[in-house]
């Protein structure tokens, strides 16, 4: 490593001379040198001060420039080394380069910059409003031949894409165009991937997913349909995500479901019932849920039978798979009284979301699992349900739900009580007081944090238990008068009238 010495040495000088010849047989002994001992040799270039002059040699005129950007990319490797590149001012020059026609300079300069900017999200902004995206995307196109420049380039969006401040920069660009452009031309499956985990960020804006779905006639979107009944994991995987970020608004849900792809997504469950996939599970749960979210798509969906094929999971044991089976079955049945009074008759069902709604290890289970007892009382509102509900052990879980943090689930818990209050009171009222719910709303309607929608739910729900003679007697005990009476001067309108019809049958029961 002696020589090493010398060559950087020499190097100084060659590098203030501009000695063409001499420059170059420094820079290729450098970049051997690198290849034997990357971590020694850039310790030894830091130490030299040789990084302050490389900024100098990579001028569009300088002819070494690709050389130097390899050396640059080689050094940046070692994390030790990116801060001092960047103090070295190299940046702005490389991001110069990317304008030259010159492909190894182009190769070498995206590779130098993103070593140098490699985990850092402060670097890769400050790279997002020096322009590269517009520029990269450009390259792109030029240079959709060259395959080490493509990966270059996609290596480059994946990272990019990954930030906020990207997205505005993206969407003003032809990008969805040139990845479809080179999805097409990709037989190899490694790049097709890299193609659609930059697709897969961008997706999350509506208006690049757009372009790519073109009303359900877009190339991408065509080809994204043939990878669901592929045999590849992966390539139903990418099929089933695609489609889920598809399903982002309600025309594109609209046109899909109209067109078939509920069958194609039934099928690919179908195949991972028995010991599946559990991602692609998720995937396709996933995009079953936002495309059964449409008021229009919950009744073609039912009678597809999406219900039937999603019951099939209930025995899963993967709290992601479990988390999106709820939601799906939500979903489906928002409103739909039918299909909600078959699956809340289903025992089976029912007993497992009860035991979900233990599962204090998976909040998203519990919650979603607790919504869905809720949603089978209050769109089916029927008798049945709630006895089966009531025979699982069901109704101490939708009493805590009503102390949720979240107002939403609260309310949601008091309608479906105050649905059990009115239909099947005798059936329910002792675990309604074993469950303490004269107590709970004793708090909620005292307790000045609560919401309107909740005190107004709440008093509803008590007007409803004096039907119970054990349950009145609880309401009697606790001084539910003086609570009631200090609402009557809500500012909430409903709340107050609500007081008023509540003060006067509690005078009335008393």
């Not at 099929?239 to 025309?251: C, M, Q, S, V, W």
């Not at 699956?343 to 919504?371: P, T």
């Not at 008798?383 to 739900?401: N, R």
Request: hydrophobic share 45%; charged share 20%.
């Amino acid at each position: 490593m002696d020589n090493l010495s010398d060559t950087l040495k020499k190097l100084k000088i060659t590098a203030v001379d501009k000695t063409e010849d001499s420059l170059e047989g420094c820079l290729d002994c450098l970049l051997q040198a690198l290849a034997q001992n990357n971590t020694e040799t850039s310790e030894k270039i830091q130490a030299s001060g040789i990084l302050q002059l490389f900024a100098s040699l990579l001028t569009p005129q300088s002819s070494c420039k690709a050389k130097v950007a390899n050396i640059i990319a080689e050094v940046a490797k070692n994390e030790f080394m990116r801060i001092p590149c960047v103090d070295a001012g190299l940046i702005s020059p490389l991001v110069q380069l990317l304008n030259s026609k010159d492909q190894e300079v182009l190769l070498q300069t995206g590779r130098a910059l993103g070593n140098i900017c490699y985990d850092s999200h402060s670097l890769q902004a400050q790279l997002i409003n020096m322009g590269v995206i517009p520029t990269l995307v450009k390259l792109l196109g030029i240079h959709c031949q060259n395959a080490a420049l493509t990966e270059m380039c996609l290596v480059a969006f994946g990272n990019l894409a990954e930030l906020e401040s990207s997205k505005e920069q993206f969407a003003s660009t032809n990008i969805a165009e040139e990845l479809v452009k080179l999805f097409k031309k990709q037989i190899e499956h490694d790049k097709r991937e890299m193609i659609f985990e930059v697709l897969a960020p961008l997706a999350e804006n509506d208006e690049s997913m757009q372009k790519l779905f073109e009303g359900g006639k877009g190339s991408v979107f065509q080809r994204v349909l043939s990878w669901i009944p592929s045999n590849n994991h992966q390539l139903q995987l990418a099929g089933a995500l695609a489609i889920a970020n598809f399903a982002r608004n309600d025309a594109n849900c609209i046109h899909m479901v109209d067109n078939g792809i509920v069958e194609k997504l039934m099928d690919l469950l179908d195949r991972h019932v028995e010991d599946g996939n559990v991602t692609v599970q998720h995937a396709a749960l996933s995009a079953l849920r936002n495309l059964a979210i449409p008021v229009i798509n919950k009744a073609k969906m039912l009678s597809a039978g999406v219900t039937e094929a999603v019951l099939k999971f209930l025995k899963s044991e993967m709290p992601p798979v479990q988390f999106k089976l709820l939601g799906t079955l939500r979903m489906l049945i928002d409103a739909q009284a039918e299909a909600a009074e078959q699956l809340g008759k289903n025992v089976k069902l029912v007993e497992r979301l009860v035991e979900w709604c233990e599962a204090k290890d998976h909040a998203g289970v519990m919650g979603e699992s607790n919504r869905l007892l809720s949603a089978l009382i209050r769109h089916s509102k029927s008798k049945d349900v709630i006895k089966t509900i009531v025979q699982s052990g069901g109704i101490k879980h939708l009493v805590t739900m009503a102390t949720s943090e979240h107002v939403i689930m609260q309310n949601e818990a008091l309608v479906a009580l105050a649905l059990i209050a009115a239909l099947e009171l005798g059936t329910a009222e002792k675990d309604l007081e074993s469950a303490k719910l004269v107590q709970i709303l004793h708090r909620l309607l005292a307790d000045e944090r609560s919401a309107p929608e909740i005190k107004y739910n709440s008093m509803v729900l008590i007007c409803a238990l004096m039907g119970s003679e054990c349950l009145h007697k609880e309401v009697q005990d606790l001084a539910f008068l003086d609570v009631v009476s200090k609402l009557r001067s809500h500012e909430n309108k409903s709340v107050a009238q609500q007081a008023s019809l509540t003060e006067q049958r509690l005078t009335v029961e008393s």
